[in-house]
């Protein structure tokens, strides 16, 4: 083992960190805790000059970032300009001033040559003290003039000292705090330093300190991991903090997983394995718990079965994993995560569903992003080089999935970055969206009706205003004995959720229209081979290029048949039409086979800290039109978004029932043909059973009715319950499908 205070300087490209072994200190390796630990630093500090981090190795890693790292260094400049300048000839004296130097000598020499490398903050309240106290003493006449005239030198040193210091941004950072300030409290320090943690096992740095000036607002447990909300002052983000299970571990675990790791790391995960992540994890655990085993007998550790468990699971999480970026997506309040570069020194942000927009203490390190990289390489089978910088795909792992883009050089040219869009676990329903505010029941059962009727639809809005989930929603409402095939170039839509709950679904997946140099098929081949593969139900996640022609022809070809729906960037029904007809170059006439569009936007608070996801607009697209539908009549708006309630509301024209696609629905039902009151009534029976469901979950404080499984099988007694209704009175007679719906309800919620 190398002796207590041994130090290496490191340079990586513009870093220069200076990598400081404690491990045989016999004290903790924390600046802000340690007045011997800081001590040695500035002694390494005046002897290095300059660095950009320093990092404290004690079993693991406390990094202090540049910014801290610079308000210690100014204080070893001022501490080597004092020893080798001005306190050396400040003290030179005669023999006649000695009997006034001298004394001092010893007084001044412990402050600066100790307390100042261990407690500068101590050093400085304690030379201001001295000073005020030699002042008075000359004021009294305690010290004679002889004695002042003699003392000149001294006196010049000890406002130098408190001149230099008051320099340095520590001092004037601690300065508010100093009342009443008694010498050798370091909570002053605590104020100022709060290192990066990291074991050896693991890159990502964390900043386990919670800060001492932040509000917390919200606490909670992801499994073992403890989250925390802080406001912090002065600042319109929140913090997201995090302490993991890895972080609460002791040393002898420490050392362990090191062990274990540095063994796993010797087998480099194949291609053929990354197809199959479950499959992969599964081996690794089983690996995992073996090797922790025979590692720990070797060490004569007892390791119980759940600790065992634990530890294999922090393993397989930081070898084919992906570290503690996992527990965040584990975590459902977390919608976002962003990771700019260059890493290492930028914490994660996120979007918290609750929050908003939140900073983390957490900071993945550069080697962490590239080990990120070649496992979505491998995954995806998509490149990410220089020649392809940019890569979409999806993540799927334990308890979460998530969308995933990330670039790199050259059109990011501070390296890698990344950005995760969590999904839900389980898909999205329309009642959820009804309880959360996103649409109305009267909203829901009107889409309900479009998509029993086999309309063509398009889901609008902007990036993160919900198309993909509302668009999974949608999907739930088919009927389970409809086929469906969805096409993607990055599968977010909740296909292996709906196939656990016997839909009959075809995924396929496409070629990004942002790749090259891939062997996949493109997205327009797709879609025009979905028409070859018979009668079917067309979902595609997004229409972004050439696509939207096949599209097109998709939805020509199955109107009346079947649904066609995808989403589209775009904030208004004219802002579709627009990227439809003049970016992507659909024709005029084509665009007419769409049916409805659905707009949904993000909503924000007055104070703009807060965002909310609404519908804004639920639009039919008539086709009566030739050159411009906004002029010439083609959107009619069924829903409008009314801020003042905070909801979609209904326009005239629906309610006078002036609408040409539900009218053409009704025209192939013999009870609605030309009757719009038994329309508008099955449509207000489906807006109710929503409205029911929603109420009846929050009473039974029971959330799962809201989720598909229980979800579908309410849509599936719907639907047997009015087909016995009709068959016994001849009429879809709401009243009495909502009662024996109703009372199937109850019956399921009692048991």
């Not at 001149?163 to 950072?173: A, F, H, Y």
């Not at 998509?382 to 308890?399: F, W, Y």
């Not at 739930?476 to 296909?495: G, K, N, Q, S």
Request: charged share 25%.
């Amino acid at each position: 083992m190398l002796p207590c205070g041994t130090y290496d300087v490191i340079r990586e490209g513009e870093e220069i960190i200076l990598r400081v072994n404690c491990t045989e200190c016999p004290f903790f390796a924390s600046i802000e805790d340690e007045p011997r630990l800081m001590a040695m630093v500035i002694d390494m500090l005046s002897e290095v000059g300059e660095v950009t981090q320093l990092v404290l190795v004690q079993k693991r890693d406390f990094e202090y970032d540049e910014g801290q790292v610079a308000l210690i260094t100014e204080v070893a400049q001022v501490y080597k300009q004092l020893v080798r300048g001005k306190f050396s000839y400040a003290m030179l004296t005669t023999p006649v001033c000695a009997r006034w130097v001298n004394p001092r000598y010893v007084m001044i020499q412990k402050i600066i040559y100790r307390l100042l490398k261990s407690d500068p903050v101590s050093a400085y309240v304690e030379l201001r003290r001295l000073w005020r106290e030699e002042q008075r003493q000359v004021q009294e006449g305690i010290t004679p003039k002889e004695g002042a005239q003699c003392l000149q030198g001294y006196f010049r040193l000890i406002q130098d000292a408190i001149g230099m210091l008051e320099g340095t941004r520590l001092i004037r950072l601690v300065e508010p705090f100093l009342a009443g300030y008694q010498s050798g409290d370091r909570s002053v320090y605590r104020r100022l330093f709060s290192p990066s943690i990291r074991p050896d096992f693991m890159n990502t740095k964390l900043m386990a300190t919670v800060p001492t000036d932040g509000e917390e607002l919200a606490s909670y447990q992801i499994g073992d991991t403890e989250i925390t909300i802080f406001k912090l002052p002065e600042s319109v983000q929140y913090l997201y903090h995090m302490v993991p299970a890895e972080f609460k571990l002791s040393y002898e675990k420490y050392e362990l997983l090191d062990a274990a790791k540095n063994i796993l790391a010797e087998h480099k995960p194949t291609r053929t394995e990354f197809i199959d992540p479950e499959r992969m994890r599964m081996v690794f655990t089983s690996i995992s718990h073996d090797l922790l085993e025979d590692l720990a007998s070797q060490r004569n550790m007892h390791l119980r079965g759940k600790e065992r468990d634990e530890l294999a699971e922090i393993l397989v999480r930081y070898t084919v994993g992906f570290g503690l970026l996992e527990v965040l997506l584990k975590d459902e309040k977390v919608q976002d995560i962003t990771v700019n570069s260059p890493m290492g020194r930028i914490p994660i942000f996120l979007v918290h569903n609750e929050f908003g927009d939140c900073t983390t203490n957490i900071v993945p390190t550069a080697p962490e992003g590239e080990s990120w990289a070649s496992k979505l390489r491998m995954i995806s089978g998509r490149p990410l080089d220089e020649a392809n910088p940019i890569l979409d795909t999806e993540l799927i792992l334990p308890g979460a999935r998530a969308r995933v883009s990330a670039i790199t050089n050259p059109l990011n040219p501070t390296g890698l970055a990344y950005s995760f869009r969590r999904h839900r676990d389980k898909p999205w329903t329309l009642p959820l969206f009804v309880k959360g505010g996103m649409i109305t029941p009267l909203a829901a059962g009107v889409l309900s009706f479009l998509i029993d009727g086999s309309r063509t639809m398009l889901v609008a809005g902007t990036r993160g205003s919900g198309k993909t989930s509302l668009l999974g929603g949608v999907m739930v409402e088919l009927m389970r004995r409809a086929r469906i095939i969805t096409i993607e170039d990055t599968l977010e839509l909740p296909v292996e959720s709906l196939r656990k709950l016997n839909y009959n679904v075809q995924s396929m997946k496409v070629a990004s229209a942002l790749t090259r140099g891939t062997t996949e098929v493109s997205a327009d081949e797709g879609i025009r081979t979905t028409l070859r593969l018979g009668d079917s139900a067309l979902f595609v996640g997004e229409v972004r290029s050439v696509e939207a022609k096949a599209l097109y022809e998709a939805m020509r070809v199955g109107a009346l048949a079947n649904v066609v729906a995808g989403t589209i960037h775009g904030d208004s029904p004219y802002g579709v039409f627009d990227r439809v007809v003049n970016d992507l170059g659909v024709p005029r006439t084509s665009f007419k086979a769409t049916d409805v569009i659905v707009v949904a936007n993000p909503v924000r608070s007055p104070d703009g800290i807060h965002r909310y996801r609404r519908v804004t607009q639920i639009t039919e697209v008539r086709k009566l039109w030739e050159e411009d539908p906004l002029a010439e009549g083609g959107f009619v708006d069924l829903f409008k978004y009314d801020a003042q309630t905070d909801s979609l509301q209904p326009t005239n024209d629906l309610l006078r029932g002036d609408s040409d696609v539900l009218k053409a629905i009704a025209g192939s039902v013999k009870e609605w043909a030309g009757n719009w009151d038994a329309v508008w009534d099955n449509i207000n029976l489906r807006a109710k059973m929503k409205e029911t469901l929603v109420k009846t979950a929050q009473q039974a404080k029971n959330p799962d009715l809201l989720e598909a499984p229980f979800y579908i099988r309410s849509n599936d007694e719907f639907h047997l319950i009015a087909e016995q209704v009709r068959e016994e009175t001849g009429s879809l007679d709401p009243e009495r499908i909502f009662f024996q719906w109703n009372e199937w309800l109850k019956r399921a919620v009692r048991k």
